[in-house]
């Protein structure tokens, strides 16, 4: 089993459609929650941070821990064609330094 | 947010031959770099944690002679395919942690394809 499972899709929205995408993880002692957007042959970009279990939002783009379930979800309003692109989420231990743990990545595709 | 810096970001190379990849924080000092390699969808693999001054730690695995890492400044770090074959090509990306510790930042990554 993977530390940390996560779709990979493709999914394909229409534009302006609410987009979940969402991993779990078997760690329990995962304390700090990522959600990466990568496009196509480029390095990730931050775009969400978290700790601990609640939501955070900034902008179109909500993320959501659920420790208890040991579910994490990336919530994108009003999607856009430039949305389109790979989203990891990732993982880490508390003092574990930076060394993270990522899902295999979602494919998402937006279109007109 | 933070910087990082990669180059470069495509090489194609013969095979037997070395290849450099560069790795700079631009707007801040990074004791701990990352090198990943990532293959056509599937997510990114930490191969090594390179630390300023000292020996990179490499993960299980990874060959430490075929992947040479040296982090000699705060603002750079590299890693060198030695006598690159064409199992080598892949991308490979770097990162840097942000100057709190907490945040990981990447580069533009690699496209290093052997022939």
């Known amino acids: 089993q993977k530390e940390v499972e996560q779709d990979p899709g493709p999914l394909s929205v229409p534009e302006g459609a609410i987009v979940s995408l969402n991993c779990t993880y078997s760690?329990?002692?995962?304390?700090?929650f990522m959600w990466y957007r990568q496009y196509s042959r480029k390095g990730p970009e931050l775009l969400m941070y978290t700790y601990s279990s609640g939501n955070k939002e900034d902008g179109r783009f909500t993320a959501q821990v659920d420790k208890s379930s040991k579910y994490i979800s990336l919530f994108i309003r009003d999607s856009q064609p430039s949305d389109s692109a790979t989203y990891l989420c990732?993982?880490?231990?508390?003092?574990?330094?930076?060394?993270?743990?990522f899902g295999t990545g979602t494919q998402l595709k937006v279109e007109l | 947010g933070a910087v990082v810096s990669q180059h470069p970001s495509r090489v194609i190379c013969k095979s037997g031959t070395s290849v450099k990849i560069e790795c700079r924080s631009l707007d801040f000092q990074a004791t701990t770099m990352f090198w990943y390699r990532q293959f056509p969808k599937q997510s990114l693999m930490l191969m090594a944690t390179?630390?300023?001054?000292?020996?990179?730690?490499?993960e299980q695995g990874v060959e430490k002679d075929k992947f040479l890492i040296n982090h000699a400044s705060l603002t750079l770090s590299t890693l060198t395919v030695t006598s690159a074959h064409p199992e080598d090509s892949s991308f490979y990306i770097c990162s840097a942690s942000s100057p709190e510790g907490e945040k990981l930042f990447f580069g533009s990554g690699t496209q290093l394809s052997v022939l």
């Open positions: 390179s630390n300023e001054g000292s020996k990179a730690t490499y």
């Open positions: 990732a993982t880490r231990l508390s003092g574990g330094g930076n060394k993270l743990t």
């Open positions: 760690n329990s002692a995962f304390q700090y």
